[in-house]
């Protein structure tokens, strides 16, 4: 049977490098590519049929960080297929990220060097903003436009006797201590990746207590340090250039420098070839490339707890009911006043 696996984020990075991963071990496929950039989502799908060229690739657009687009999608997604095998939730962002480099260099002479290296902590901080649709950006991309595909979603993940599979891609970045369940779209903060990555954390957790019995499974990856859109908007990709002999030598201290999409896509890709009763809910799946290059997947444990995740989960679902509600009012609006 043929097997249906949409990526989100799927145009570039590790996204397209999954897709890529995923046509070499599984020809048969049905991809579907979920992108905002129709443009850059069908040169993505040309790239991949050029290297598989039987392959069945589609497109659907999908703008994660948009409510009415999340709604639109998931329509289409549900006309189009009728189950989905695997989702894995990729897009996300780090809107004008600041290094601190006081904090770098101080980090370099401490005990905690390794530690600095593999998670960036304390040394990043972004800038984010409200969306159209009223949340903070970072958050509806990253976490909640995720959750409502899913929520959306559900006729075709949640099937009697057949098992459909979540793919998160988290961040090692992902902290406990950046993230405030009295304030989850970390509107007062400054690190809202590190906490919308913690709550994709908490949410995978409580996806699996609430949906494993529907036949649904939830999982987490951090792709490590990967050369992508998002790593060239922390630093212009010459500087990366030029370093990249130390970020060798560092790869040889810790193996979470993957610097490929290819590599970064390890885990992603691993879990797609593994049986969803061998999955451990608590365990975040690094994707991990030794000082010699080899590649490999490790589960470590979450910093996560179900007493959280619970709590998360129900003011996820408390703020889906409020954003649907503010969409139905906005279009009625529209319809009265004929735009
Ligand atoms: N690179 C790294 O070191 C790490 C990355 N990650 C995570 O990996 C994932 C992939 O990022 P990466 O490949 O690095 O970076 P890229 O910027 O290359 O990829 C991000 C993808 O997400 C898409 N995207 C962003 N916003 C939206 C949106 N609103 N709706 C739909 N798609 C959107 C982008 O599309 P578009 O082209 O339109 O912008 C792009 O395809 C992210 O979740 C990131 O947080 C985690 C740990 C480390
Ligand atoms: C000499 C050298 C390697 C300098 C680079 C310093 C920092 C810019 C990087 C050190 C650790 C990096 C890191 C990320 C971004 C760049 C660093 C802060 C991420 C936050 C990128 C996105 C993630 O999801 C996790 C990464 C962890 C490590």
Redesign the pocket.
């Known amino acids: 049977m043929e097997r249906i696996v949409i990526v989100t984020g799927a145009n570039s990075g590790i996204g397209l490098a999954l897709c890529d991963r995923l046509l070499t071990v599984d020809s048969h496929l049905r991809l579907c590519l979920a992108c905002r950039n129709m443009q850059r989502a069908h040169a993505a799908r040309s790239t991949l049929l050029t290297s598989h060229p039987d392959a069945r690739v589609d497109v659907v657009h999908l703008d994660v960080g948009s409510v009415q687009s999340v709604l639109t999608a998931a329509q289409e997604v549900q006309s189009r297929y009728s189950r989905i095998d695997f989702l894995y939730l990729n897009a996300g962002i ?1 809107p004008n990220p600041q ?1 601190d480099i006081k904090a ?1 260099f101080k980090g370099l002479f401490s005990r905690n060097v390794i530690n ?5 902590e304390g ?2 901080t972004q800038q984010d903003r409200l969306n159209s649709d009223g949340l903070q950006e970072v958050f509806a991309t990253n976490l909640f436009g995720h959750f409502l595909l899913i929520k959306e979603l559900e006729p075709l993940l949640c099937q009697p006797s057949h098992t459909s599979r979540i793919v998160w891609t988290s ?3 992902a902290r406990r201590s950046a993230f405030s369940m009295e304030d989850i779209q970390h509107t007062h903060g400054t690190e809202p ?1 590190s906490s919308s ?1 913690y709550a994709s954390d908490l949410l995978s957790l409580a996806l699996n207590r609430h949906k494993n019995s529907q036949g649904l499974f939830s999982s987490v990856v951090c792709p490590g ?1 990967v050369m992508t859109n ?2 060239y908007g ?2 212009p990709s010459f500087f990366w250039t030029l ?1 990249m002999p ?2 060798f030598l ?1 790869r040889i201290f810790t193996n ?1 420098f993957t610097l490929t999409p290819h590599n970064g896509a390890e885990a992603l890709h691993w879990l797609f070839l593994q049986k969803s009763e061998s999955l451990d809910p608590r365990a975040k799946y690094h994707s991990l490339t030794s000082g010699l290059g080899t590649n490999y997947t490790q589960p470590r444990q979450m910093d996560v707890d179900d007493g959280m995740s619970e709590v998360l989960y129900e003011k996820l679902l408390e703020l889906e009911k409020g954003v649907r509600r503010k969409l139905t009012e906005r279009n009625a609006d529209k319809e009265t006043h004929g735009q």
Do not use: C, H, R
């Open positions: 780090m290094v770098l600095m290296f593999a998670t960036a040394l990043l961040s090692s970045n990746y990555k340090l998002l790593t922390i630093l370093i130390i970020m560092i979470t």
